[in-house]
């Protein structure tokens, strides 16, 4: 594990408007790192940055020992970018692009024949090799677009909003991609979609209004949700005025809410203090009172809510 | 080199992959044609030179140039694939110079395909084929002074008509610094040396020079300059305007 991307204090500002302010973390090779942030967070801006394409107004990234402030292609040439909403040459075949990419990148000859043959068989892009890329659906697009990211096999992968606007399928298979080239290299990629962070990421920064608000695994991130170690209990709805007197008078309890109630079901969620563990305890009272539930389980702390919380509270400090 | 070289070879492909390469190149011909016989009168002129056929080419440049350059930088920028392309291990002055290249090729394959003409008057006489050689010469780098004024345009606007029009409203302010209206302009309130420096930017003058034959290096020097001087400000605009 050693660090690939170091992004140290980056900042960049449009005037008098702060789209990045101080950011820094860095991602070490087979780390999967979520970019989390509300639209206008200044993920993409950061993005930007990292790959070069635009210069920061102070603090840097150094990608591979390579600082982009100095050297920017050098950087350029470690790391495979994937830009919002993929834009391509769509005058181009897939083919045409993928080569154009790779003679910028140098790969030539024989290599760069077994580098757009891995890309396509990886991305499974052999039906539309022959054809312009204005033609593709926008599933295939995003596809050629990945496919051109990693044809160097680069150390440092960075994608913005990567399964934007693919289905599900589609989006298991960018996942399931991802998991699977995160072995050698660090990838970044920006999402605003949280199952994404549970389902790859191992580990999450989120900034808000271009600040760094939070940086840890989605597990630490879920800890700070007011629903984490919750218990939830479903039961018949005549029995919740039962549980709520029955849960009175524990201190770690802080609240329960009665979610949804159906005709033969009520779910009532038990809220716990700074996310203690009071499964025992309710589970317990329940036995002692003869209170039948009809599932009950543990909650795990919703990446919604902590993002909500977290995200909207870096507005208020300001 | 070999970036330079893979920009410019996918920019000319990008030319041809759309009906503008061919709607250029026939409108070129069929005006370069028509305007050497009936108003440059090729044949009434009893001469065996290309004069009535180069005498035109900076009026047919002024529109169909333009119409060239406007996409270089202007569609990047619409499309966002200036974000893919400037993400590549690729400077801005090697892209700015490939896709000048591309287009300046283009608009040189145009011109080459002008040869029945070439033709044509070897076989009605005996010209000096130095001179029309000359005339070729100043045609493409005029093409190359237009076309540099044209990516320096697209590179400001993401709208290829206004670039377009900007374009050819500059080319047009070029060719005519040596001519009375914008002469006059200057006369009431410059200085002589002023208005001596702005004849001497006259894009005319300089093209009918070499294609008189006077191969003065000044005129070549002057022309490779406009093409250095506009090719430096628009890596300058696209390193400013590409993150907006």
């Known amino acids: ?318 | 080199m070999s970036t330079v070289y893979a920009i410019s070879k996918r920019e000319l492909t990008a030319y041809f992959s759309t009906p503008l390469a061919y709607v250029f190149i026939v409108i070129f011909l069929a005006l370069a044609g028509a305007t050497t016989f009936y108003f440059g009168g090729f044949f009434n002129r009893g001469q065996a030179d290309l004069q009535s056929f180069f005498s035109f080419h900076p009026w047919l440049y002024l529109f169909l140039i333009p119409a060239v350059g406007m996409r270089l930088w202007a569609e990047e920028r619409k499309s966002g694939t200036i974000e893919l392309l400037m993400t590549l291990p690729v400077s801005t002055t090697q892209a700015v110079i490939g896709k000048f290249l591309a287009a300046w090729i283009f608009t040189g394959i145009g011109l080459a395909l002008t040869f029945p003409i070439w033709i044509t008057v070897n076989y009605l006489g005996s010209p000096d084929n130095g001179v029309i050689f000359a005339g070729y010469v100043a045609s493409f780098l005029m093409a190359g002074a237009f076309l540099s004024i044209g990516s320096f345009v697209s590179a400001l606007t993401r709208n290829q008509v206004i670039a377009f029009v900007i374009a050819a409203a500059a080319c047009f302010l070029f060719m005519m610094s040596g001519l009375e209206p914008v002469q006059s302009a200057f006369r009431g309130w410059a200085s002589s040396f002023v208005i001596d420096l702005v004849a001497s930017l006259s894009f005319l003058t300089h093209f009918d020079a070499i294609t008189k034959g006077v191969f003065d290096l000044r005129d070549i020097i002057y022309l490779g300059s406009v093409i250095g001087v506009f090719l430096f400000a628009n890596v300058v605009i696209v390193d400013i305007k590409k993150g907006s």
């Open chain 1, 1 to 318: 594990m050693s660090v690939m991307l170091d992004i140290r204090g980056l900042t960049k500002t449009f005037g008098p408007f702060t789209a990045v302010d101080d950011v820094s973390f860095s991602v070490s090779s087979g780390e999967v790192l979520g970019f989390l942030g509300p639209n206008g967070a200044g993920k993409s801006t950061t993005m930007k940055m990292v790959t070069g394409f635009l210069p920061p107004t102070s603090g840097t990234a150094i990608v591979c020992g390579a600082d982009v402030t100095r050297d920017p292609i050098a950087v350029k040439r470690h790391v495979g970018y994937l830009p919002e909403g993929a834009p391509l040459y769509e005058d181009m075949t897939t083919a045409g692009l993928l080569s154009f990419a790779a003679e910028i990148r140098g790969i030539n000859g024989a290599a760069r024949r077994s580098a757009i043959d891995a890309a396509v068989e990886r991305l499974q892009l052999n039906e539309v090799y022959n054809q312009p890329i204005g033609t593709l659906s926008k599933g295939f697009k995003r596809r050629v677009g990945f496919a051109q990211a990693i044809l160097h096999d680069p150390d440092v992968l960075i994608l913005d909003e990567p399964t934007d606007g693919l289905d599900p399928n589609q989006k298991h298979q960018v996942r399931n991609l991802i998991a699977e080239m995160s072995k050698d290299k660090a990838i970044v990629i920006s999402t605003h979609i949280l199952e994404e962070v549970d389902a790859v990421c191992t580990r999450a920064v989120v900034i808000a209004r271009g600040r760094k608000v939070a940086d840890g695994t989605p597990a630490d991130l879920e800890s700070r949700s007011a629903y984490f170690n919750a218990v939830s209990v479903r039961l018949h709805p005549n029995q919740v005025d039962n549980l709520k007197n029955a849960l009175e008078g524990i201190g770690d309890i802080v609240g329960i809410e009665t979610a949804d109630v159906a005709a033969s079901s009520a779910h009532v969620i038990v809220m716990a203090r700074d996310g203690t563990a009071i499964v025992e305890t309710v589970n317990a009272r329940l036995k002692d009172r003869g209170i039948a539930a009809q599932q009950l389980y543990v909650e795990r702390g919703r990446l919604d809510d902590v993002f909500r919380q977290i995200t909207s509270g870096a507005g208020d400090a300001r």
